[in-house]
């Protein structure tokens, strides 16, 4: 089955830095890659994905970069602020046979952003 | 849009009770539901999928006589944990994805924190 490594496992940058987490999946069959962050006691939020015909996807300070022959993909965050800490989780997934995404999550990044 | 509700949002209760967690889309019919579980400071684990009208596909682990999952709508999904233990205490989160587009994001419930005493 997919197996998901994500990188680093806790992040801490100063505010108006860049933070960039990384993860690599190991099936090449993958399409889909959601980025996803989650509160403390709350639920995992959709933030960003990228599909595997795509490179680069950007949406304001958020980008995801995909490399298909790598097999790994990078979320990065421009301009951080305090509202940014959560954790980060990186999934991979690939389309069922009977429809909708099977998810394989990384391990989470937990990122701290300080004043 | 997209919005998905869980309930309840915390159970606390003894040992050998049956717990029941629904899961319903509000706003989108959810062809594909998922049941994930999430302990402290870890990652989601996926525990089943399920597909409205059919059975539920269990991941490899996951006993089904001990998570059962019905999808008897497009809009709901319930988990019953039966006869829970302390060791099935743990933060339950489903998801729901919607038909028609290839790729389909998964939308997450609040979760629900059960504690078995």
């Known amino acids: 089955g997919e197996n998901v490594e994500q990188h680093p496992s806790t992040l801490s940058v100063q505010e108006g830095d860049s933070a960039v987490i990384k993860c690599t999946y190991s099936d090449s069959a993958s399409n889909y890659f959601p980025w996803y962050k989650q509160e403390l006691g709350k639920r995992p939020q959709l933030i960003i994905d990228i599909r595997s015909n795509v490179g680069e996807k950007k949406d304001q300070r958020i980008a995801v970069t995909l490399n298909k022959t790598a097999k790994h993909f990078s979320l990065h965050i421009t301009e951080t602020q305090p509202e940014d800490s959560a954790v980060y989780f990186c999934?991979?997934?690939?389309?069922?046979?009977?429809?909708?995404?099977?998810?394989?999550f990384g391990t989470g990044t937990q990122l701290k952003v300080e004043l | 849009g997209a919005v998905v509700s869980q309930h309840p949002s915390r159970v606390i209760c003894k040992s050998g009770t049956s717990v029941k967690i629904e899961c319903r889309s509000l706003?989108?019919?959810?062809?594909?539901m998922f049941w994930y579980r999430q302990f402290p400071k870890k990652s989601l684990m996926l525990m089943a999928t399920s597909n409205e009208g059919s059975k539920a596909t269990y991941e490899q682990g996951v006993e089904k006589d001990k998570f059962l999952i019905n999808h008897a709508s497009l809009t709901l999904s319930t988990l019953t944990v039966t006869s829970a233990h302390p060791e099935d205490s743990s933060f339950y989160i489903c998801?729901?994805?919607?038909?028609?587009?290839?790729?389909?994001?998964?939308?997450f419930g609040d979760g629900t924190r059960l504690s078995i005493l």
């Open positions: 706003d989108f019919q959810a062809t594909t």
């Open positions: 998801s729901a994805s919607g038909q028609g587009r290839l790729y389909q994001p998964q939308h």
């Open positions: 999934a991979a997934s690939k389309v069922l046979t009977g429809g909708g995404n099977k998810l394989t």
